[in-house]
């Protein structure tokens, strides 16, 4: 009582409980100083009433005493004296509400069940919520619940009479509210005007970014505390942050997710999705293109799949299929019509009645045709496995005009056949660039002459051709060190000459394999992961370091958990104008497990068109653009590389190197690109852009470079990202509030959730602090002591 009062005297408020106080004086002077400077007054004041002798002594104590206290008073005023107290303070958590407001909170689900109708008629505020109890409803409710849309449910939870949730919810917390969609935006206003402005908002955002939407509202409020953070989506997160990973970093954080479900985890759906095709093929070369069907509410129904080439339905391109409710794959083929060089490839399913959303029923693609043949140039030393059974594909390849140099065996082969076989590799300028493809199987460095290995190097960096090695077990890798060959090989050579392999070692595709065609055998994955388990025993491979920091690995070997780092088994990487690949064993000829050639061809011919197919279409000059794919939708980030390379095809290192977006359709408009250097690869630049519009685009260096550069063309497409997928992701929001340490709730479970929160605050120490020198009191306390010596003086006649 008595230090409540204190404290109000000198105008401090009050927050919490006093937990300190102290008084010191601001000036810097030491302590004694003052002390001295209040002795010599008190002695002062004391000698000056001792001399007093009209008045009696305890008269004169009382002055001497008084004129102390005012000396005493007026020195601390002048020493700066100020008055501190803390308190402790228990700070309200902030509860972040977040609505998902993407299109597709616009899906008006198709509910059938009893419970999924009762829990949206609990958030219309047509039911009471009961966790338990079956309701009954009147036509009318089960009427509006049974195709409300998503976003109206999730307002009608945030305003439902019945719920009352977050009123309670403010009693005990600050609540913050925002909506998102592929950007935050925080609600506005308080009260009344706050649940307008909510009922206001619309489902309207082209995309998804769940966990950026998190981890930027959480940013918000760093350093206050946070009890947690409530969100009110179906999940289908498209963009930014993976969730999950956001999800982990709030747990470390201690701040939990409540997500809430809204729709429903199985609308009835047919989509089409993994198209796989190659986007260049060769004239009278039969496409073959795979895609996946995936299906929820259909099970044993009968849907129609079309696949026409330039609006043209193909030979047997209309299938029947019978959905399962398991992803189901479909394989067709076609033969592009003679002198067509571009085509539109689309497939379409025939929308259901009663799907969700049709958009996600069609897929399409664009692919360039060429009618040319690749000129491949086979050079091997003894007849293995691998080449009796490489040779045959070859051959019969109608795409290939192929060569082959034995460097053992008959030495009459190239007078007998000299359309097939070669006597020596060419040294003559004119002779050895004629190759597309230069196949340099078991054969030691010491089989070529400087001239003839100079040529192969200058095939590669000047003139755009590929060299594909693929070393045997006769001769090992180390006859190529020092030599030029080295420097072309996506590997790091070592002294050592083989590493032994256990025999139940495989080939595993890597991710960027997986990416990439040139290893997919099958689909999906696992299926393809399944076949390259057929390729063993591998008995040994040539013992290299690694890879090079410009390589990309396609393959590696299964005991990679035991390497320090996975062995590149087949990997690539430009050199110069052209490609090298480095394949790591010549036993891939056991792909023809029980299926013949199927495999072992199609991998053959996929990795010899991806390494020639640049030079066949004029783009292997000394700048390079590469963007990964051709197809892209509207809003979608591109990834545009650059390799770039001076007039002696070495690297060209800048700060930066910018490219050029053209959009050659309607008006003219160019944009350009500022593209980064890659750490650790020189002349490697990447960036990004991203087209806003659908059409073509055209991506190009510079007017000055352009001759020494290719030109790539994009095709942009709008898909509406948020209606490829339909369903509530039930699975991901559970896991999201796993890992948190939050809790998913569905509709009916909201009643619970201010149960689950526990309110504990964070206790602060707030300091607050007076300057007692502008303090009425102490004016009042000196005029006070001035005041009464002089009443007294002047009654004893002391004036």
Request: charged share 25%; aromatic share 8%.
């Amino acid at each position: 009582m008595l230090r409540s009062w204190f404290t109000n005297l000198l105008g401090l408020e009050e927050v919490g409980p006093v937990t300190y106080f102290q008084w010191f004086l601001r000036h810097p002077w030491p302590g004694f100083v003052v002390l001295l400077c209040i002795g010599v007054a008190v002695a002062f004041a004391a000698r000056l009433y001792w001399r007093e002798r009209g008045i009696s002594l305890s008269r004169r104590i009382f002055l001497g005493a008084l004129r102390a206290i005012l000396y005493t008073a007026l020195i601390l005023l002048l020493f700066e004296p100020v008055f501190a107290i803390e308190m402790a303070v228990k700070l309200r958590q902030s509860l972040l509400i977040v609505l998902d407001t993407s299109e597709s909170m616009n899906i008006p689900d198709a509910r059938k069940k009893e419970r999924e109708l009762e829990e949206a008629a609990m958030a219309l505020g047509k039911l009471p919520f009961d966790k338990s109890a079956t309701q009954v409803m009147d036509a009318k409710t089960r009427s509006e619940a049974a195709a409300v849309r998503r976003i109206d449910l999730a307002k009608g939870i945030l305003d439902n009479p019945n719920l009352d949730l977050f009123k309670k919810l403010g009693a005990d917390y600050k609540l913050r509210y925002f909506s998102f969609s592929d950007a935050v935006v925080p609600a506005s206003g308080e009260g009344d005007e706050l649940a307008a402005s909510l009922r206001k908002v619309g489902a309207t955002g082209k995309s998804t970014r769940l966990g950026t939407a998190i981890d930027d509202v959480v940013g918000r409020y760093s350093g206050q505390p946070i009890a947690g953070v409530v969100v009110l989506t179906d999940g289908a997160s498209n963009e930014g942050l993976e969730p999950l990973e956001v999800a982990r970093q709030m747990k470390d954080r201690g701040i939990p997710i409540f997500p809430v479900g809204i729709g429903i985890p199985d609308p009835p759906d047919v989509r089409l999705e993994g198209l796989v095709v190659q986007d260049t093929v060769f004239a009278k070369d039969r496409v073959p293109l795979r895609f996946r069907i995936t299906s929820k509410g259909f099970t044993n129904r009968k849907v129609d799949v079309v696949v026409t080439v330039n609006g043209k339905e193909i030979e047997r391109g209309r299938q029947e299929v019978t959905l399962t409710g398991e992803p189901q794959f479909v394989e067709m083929a076609f033969l592009p019509e003679e002198g067509q060089t571009a085509l539109k490839l689309e497939v379409a399913a025939t929308p259901l009645p009663g799907e969700v959303v049709a958009d996600n029923n069609r897929l399409s693609q664009n692919i360039r045709v060429i009618d040319e043949k690749i000129k491949v140039l086979y050079v091997e030393g003894k007849p293995r496995w691998e080449y009796r059974y490489l040779r045959q594909v070859l051959l019969r390849d109608h795409r290939l005009d192929v060569k082959f140099l034995m460097t053992q065996g008959d030495r009459d082969l190239a007078k007998a056949a000299p359309e097939r076989y070669l006597d020596r590799f060419p040294e003559i300028a004119g002779e050895a660039f004629i190759w597309d493809l230069v196949i340099l199987g078991d054969v030691p460095a010491s089989y070529f002459t400087p001239a003839q290995i100079s040529r192969i190097e200058q095939l590669v960096r000047e003139r755009g051709g590929s060299l594909l090695v693929l070393p045997g077990q006769q001769n090992p890798l180390t006859t190529y060190l020092g030599s030029p060959i080295e420097g072309i090989l996506p590997v790091r050579l070592q002294p050592e000459n083989w590493n032994d392999i256990e025999e139940t070692v495989h080939p595993v595709p890597t991710s960027k394999g997986d990416e990439m065609t040139v290893v997919t055998l099958e689909v999906p994955e696992e299926k393809n992961a399944a076949r390259w388990a057929h390729v063993r025993p591998i008995y040994r491979v040539p013992a290299v370091a690694g890879a090079k920091p410009a390589a990309t690995v396609l393959a590696t070997l299964s005991d990679f958990p035991r390497r320090s780092e996975p062995y590149p088994l087949v990997c690539w990487q430009r050199y110069g104008r052209g490609k090298a690949m480095f394949v790591g064993t010549d036993q891939l000829w056991r792909l023809r497990f029980k299926v013949g050639d199927k495999h072992h061809a199609r991998y053959w011919g996929q990795v010899i068109q991806f390494l020639t197919l640049s030079r066949l279409l004029g783009e292997n000059k000394r700048i390079q653009i590469e963007t990964g794919r051709r197809s892209f939708r509207t809003g979608e980030r591109v990834p545009v590389y650059a390799n770039v390379l001076n007039e002696a095809f070495e690297p060209v290192s800048l700060a930066s190197y910018t490219l050029h977006v053209e959009r050659p359709e309607g008006k003219a408009e160019t944009t350009p690109v500022k593209l980064e250097p890659v750490k650790d690869v020189p002349g490697f630049y990447q960036g990004f852009f991203t087209p806003e519009m659908e059409g073509r685009y055209v991506l190009r260096t510079g007017p000055a470079e352009r001759e020494f550069s290719n030109t790539i063309e994009l095709q942009v497409a709008t898909t509406p990202l948020e209606q490829l997928e339909p369903a509530m992701q039930e699975e991901t929001l559970r896991k999201l509030a796993e890992l948190s340490g939050g809790q998913y709730l569905a509709i009916r479970d909201l009643p619970t959730l201010a149960d689950t929160l526990k309110p504990e605050g964070q206790t602060t120490i707030v300091r607050r602090e007076k300057e007692l020198w502008d303090l009425p009191a102490i004016f009042v306390v000196v005029l006070l002591c001035a005041a009464t010596e002089w009443f007294f003086r002047r009654r004893y006649d002391l004036i």
